[in-house]
């Protein structure tokens, strides 16, 4: 039995060229020796694909990138992805099917709200691990319910309230607030968790897309509960860029793990086709890119800042953890994602990045001290 555990978390992973295996040529070796690893789907996997009504931009890959996943020491898929609809029950319950048969163990999405809201207890050489899944991003339908597949729901619901409420069609601010009826399951499921399990890691599919630094409410909300309710560790994913990094009560969130393995959206040649636009000038591509000022002067599918990327990084021992930290990564030309070492512009631009994002949200920059190859945390 090993005296170290080492968990390791990225974010989105959405995989399309002929090879797929290629992706992973830089983190393969370095993953296959964790213990445990975890990444979030995006794609849809299914050869039968019929477009849904509200896809805004469909997301899909062929079933067989999950052997390079695999492959290259996967453990865990979330599939609480936005995308998980975008081509009907039909391709979201193959994709279902698809990963399991694939080997791993799934968290986030099932056939019907009781599958769904399942998740994983995995003994990692006696330890017990729980890793619950959620989306918060939520197109019309994309939840499940009794009997419809879907995603295991953390909703966020939206206020507009005027500053000015006696000033017709000024400015409003913006509030968001969990789903109580979300909440309420997610704390008894966490609770539930920390019952059979030694550690609970809760992961969400939330946030604003591209907006630097920016997290919202409902977020805090979330990971807050989630922590009182006995989690140890929130794992962030979606947004497509990083986002700060918060220590509550002890604990490590990562709003936001960015990219980690993403091909180049306008590559995506099968969903343009499907979609019968180009998503560089499709209307829905053009309105969500004003999100982020990012988009102007990008040179490549994303903005600039959505290469930087993190490994999220726990060491547990004894059946706690004992430590926490990101190792900087980015996406070069060619998505073929490698950790950056101490030297590499990179690393530093990764490193000074986060720190800047954290201090905007008004959270503690200072519990990032770099050591060595890594940002430690806890």
């Not at 099968?270 to 040179?299: L, N, P, Y």
Request: proline share 4%; glycine share 6%; hydrophobic share 35%.
């Amino acid at each position: 039995m090993k005296d170290e555990l080492t968990f390791l978390a990225v974010g989105d992973i959405g995989l399309y060229r002929d090879d797929f295996f290629e992706y992973f040529v830089n983190i393969r070796d370095y993953f296959r020796k964790a213990d445990l690893c975890f990444g979030q789907l995006e794609s849809v996997l299914s050869d039968r694909l019929e477009l849904s009504s509200c896809t805004r931009m469909g997301c899909s890959s062929r079933p067989e990138c999950l052997e390079a996943i695999k492959d290259a020491g996967f453990d865990v898929l979330s599939f609480a992805s936005n995308h998980a609809l975008d081509y009907g029950r039909t391709a979201f319950e193959d994709t279902l099917r698809n990963i399991r048969n694939a080997g791993f163990y799934l968290t986030g999405a099932g056939e019907n709200e009781e599958k769904a809201r399942e998740y994983p207890i995995i003994d990692v050489e006696g330890t017990k691990i729980a890793i619950l899944g959620y989306g918060s991003i939520l197109p019309q339908g994309f939840w499940a319910e009794e009997a419809r597949p879907g995603v295991n729901p953390a909703r966020g619901i939206t206020a507009y309230v005027p500053v000015e409420h006696d000033q017709p069609g000024t400015p409003c601010r913006i509030y968001t607030f969990p789903h109580p009826d979300d909440l309420k399951r997610m704390q008894a499921a966490v609770k539930e968790a920390k019952t059979k399990a030694d550690l609970v890691f809760v992961s969400f599919h939330w946030g604003i897309h591209f907006k630097e630094a920016v997290i919202t409410d409902y977020e805090r909300y979330y990971a807050h509960f989630a922590i009182d309710a006995g989690a140890d560790l929130i794992i962030g994913h979606h947004q497509h860029i990083l986002k700060p990094i918060e220590i509550y009560n002890g604990k490590v969130i990562f709003y936001g793990l960015g990219n980690f393995c993403m091909e180049e959206v306008m590559n995506f040649k099968k969903d343009q086709e499907m979609k019968r636009q180009d998503m560089r000038t499709s209307k829905s591509h053009t309105e969500m890119t004003k999100i982020s000022d990012a988009f102007k002067t990008t040179t490549r599918s994303f903005p600039m800042d959505s290469y930087l990327t993190m490994v999220a990084k726990v060491r547990i021992k004894d059946k706690k953890i004992v430590g926490v930290s990101y190792l900087p990564a980015y996406l070069p030309v060619g998505s073929q994602t490698y950790i950056c070492k101490p030297g590499d512009e990179r690393f530093d631009e990764v490193v000074e990045y986060v720190k800047k994002i954290t201090a905007a949200m008004d959270l503690d920059p200072s519990v990032l001290k770099l050591e060595g190859d890594e940002v430690r945390l806890i």
